[in-house]
């Protein structure tokens, strides 16, 4: 049987950490003993979310940061090494899903804001972090997806190519990295109740083609998950040693009855 992971003192950065699934897995892995590092573009909400890990004992530090700027990504994970040492878990949480619309009518550079936060975002957090984990031969990657990666969502077109690159990243991440014994993994957290599903409900039915009346139905109906359930997801992929290389998704009924969802 595979070795459980101990979280104890693990040195866990959390991006997207200010509100929704990236706030719940902080307070998780704080929960866990581990030591977080949360950070979002917005400070005001990194710092909401400091005060509630602090509030429940947990050792943990906020910074703003933009993942999609290297300068910024580099600081962030100089920062947490100097405050509690190498870094052992990264989580790529941040994601934006706008613009939302037919292609044909989305701004370039809003199109190209939502690739570098997606995408390339997840790129510089693991570029700045593999160094010193291939150095130890130890530590764990986790991407956080979506199953629109899957799919082709009218008005994401976005957000549905980043999260595409997001997946495939994954797995040739986890080629690379077998050797050095650095776990790579990925999940979909499925219709979670975020500030996201907010912004669809939101949109005007043409820009997504009558499709966000099923995402107000979902929320009215209260079939939405709460952050916390793809956040102890993410936990639980962190304690599995012998995890590697996967897309978890959170409504698989295999995957739910191992984490104990």
Sequence with gaps: MARKESLKDKVVIITGAGRGIGRAAA???AAAGARVVVTSRTAKEIAETER???EQGGK??????DVSNERSVKELVAKAARRF???DILVNNAGLLAPIGPLWKTKPA???RNVRTNLEGVYLCSHAVLPGMIRRKRGAIINVSTGAARSARYGWSAYCASKAGVDHLTRVMAAELKEH????NAIYPGTTETRMQTLIRDTADEAMDGQAQRFRDR???GLNLPPHAPARLIVWVARQSDLHGQILDIYDPAVKEKAGL
Aim: aromatic share 8%.
């Design 85 to 87: 040492g190498a870094v």
């Design 110 to 112: 809003d199109w190209r």
């Design 60 to 65: 943990v530090l906020a910074m703003a940061a």
């Design 52 to 54: 509630l890990v602090k």
């Design 27 to 29: 307070l998780e892995f």
């Design 181 to 184: 014994k650095i776990r790579v």
């Design 219 to 221: 929320h009215a109906n």
